[in-house]
């Protein structure tokens, strides 16, 4: 047994986060890169160009884009099933009005994403409820999709081009343990690193009896099947499974959604056979300018490479900007403009702190139970 495992969890974490950059402050890990986004600043003549890369969505995906107005614009069929929820109506009287469309359990999540916070998987209509009743925002309930695997594919569409390329793949690996016969699931995390660092959150998401079940030896679980780096998910570069038959299913996809030329897909499939071929998979998410090739994250990778990659996409996003800018007519966003994006950005995260799984342990809401709801909380449809 390594020494390491004898160190209080808390010195255990410090040393995880400080040894592994894919865990690093993002001030920190993009401060390296910010002279070459200064050049980009400097050549295209504004601070705030990458709207223009993807005129078909608002800010071009930079940052506060509605995911609600996203779905909305996107042929029918795209995204799964989706409602949006105000926390500041009444919950019931929206849940009769779109709660027939789901089959539980689908994926709670803010109409404006920030890094994957704030979302859940909701079992039943008590813990929507409870989740409308924490929420700050208004927010999407999506019909979850339950094919076993999820990766993020990277596109880019160049200006003069017919068709697009597939510029990055990450294929998520998501929580999931080993039992032995002997140790509970709870200990099997504390002895990974990387779930060592989701084990507080995991507390609040799972419940005690799966913490503390001792899994037969050699059977594994999938704890959390949330494709979240931030949620302990594993990132593997699959770049090597780009080829002609998925650039051009994935090229397909995105020339169905007008205005988007840069940016990453996130998607639910069966096999990767099947999605090359355009079959058994599901969009669940589309992320503009804003996007990071997550491909990067693969602990395998060197920082240095993560920082080349960087580039090269800020680069290709530049190109696109510049093309739509001059050939098209798409503004660049004003300076004041974009600084009063950021700040309202930096005034949304506080809100989404909410959130937090972490936050509910303290949340002693008295929930209203939903009486007229004819609905079975086992996951069946919505019958009222």
């Known amino acids: ?101 789901f089959q539980f359990p689908v994926i709670a999540k803010p109409a404006i994403g920030s890094k994957g916070q704030g979302v859940a998987v909701i079992k039943d209509v008590y813990a929507l409820q409870q989740y409308h009743h924490t929420c700050s925002v208004d927010y999407l309930v999506q019909q979850k999709i339950d094919y076993p695997m999820e990766a993020g594919i990277f596109y880019v569409c160049l200006p003069g081009e017919a068709k697009g390329i597939i510029t990055g793949i990450v294929e998520k690996e998501f929580i999931q343990v ?23 959150s995991l507390r609040q998401i799972l419940l005690p009896e799966i913490m503390n079940e001792v899994l037969p030896n050699g059977d594994r679980k999938i704890l959390l099947d949330i494709g979240n780096h931030a949620r302990g998910a594993y990132f593997i570069n699959a770049s090597h499974r780009i080829n002609d038959l998925l650039t051009a299913t994935i090229n397909n996809v995105c020339t ?101 799984k972490d936050a509910y342990e303290d949340r002693q809401e008295s929930i209203t139970m939903i009486h007229d709801l004819k609905l079975n909380t086992t996951g069946q449809k919505y019958a009222g």
Not at 178 to 200: A, C, F, H
Request: proline share 5%; aromatic share 16%; charged share 20%.
């Open 1 to 101: 047994m390594p020494l390491s495992r004898y160190l209080p969890v808390s010195i255990r974490i410090f040393f995880i986060k400080a040894f592994n950059w894919e865990y690093w402050n993002s001030t920190l890990f993009y401060l390296p890169v910010l002279p070459y986004l200064a050049y980009l600043f400097v050549r295209s003549k504004s601070c705030f160009f990458f709207n223009a890369a993807n005129p078909g969505i608002k800010n071009g995906g930079f940052i506060m884009e509605s995911k609600w107005e996203m779905y909305q614009d996107a042929p029918e069929g795209f995204f799964p099933f989706t409602a949006i929820m105000k926390p500041a109506e009444n919950f019931v009287d929206q849940f009769k009005k779109t709660g027939s469309g």
């Open 178 to 200: 080993t039992g032995n016969g002997q140790d509970s699931i709870e200990t099997l995390l504390l002895q990974n690193p990387r779930y060592l660092l989701q084990v507080k």
């Open 256 to 356: 169905k959604f007008p205005g988007f030329y840069y940016g990453r897909l996130d998607i639910r499939f069966n096999s990767w056979e099947q999605l090359s071929h355009g079959n058994e998979f599901a969009v669940i998410e589309l992320n503009g300018s804003g996007s990071e090739p997550t491909h990067i994250y693969d602990p395998a990778n060197s920082i240095t490479h993560a920082w080349q990659e960087i580039c090269r996409h800020w680069h290709l996003m530049y190109v696109i900007s510049r093309h739509n800018h001059k050939k098209k007519g798409i503004a660049y966003l004003s300076f004041k403009k974009g600084i009063q994006l950021l700040q309202s950005h930096v005034n949304y995260n506080k809100k989404l702190q909410l959130l937090a």
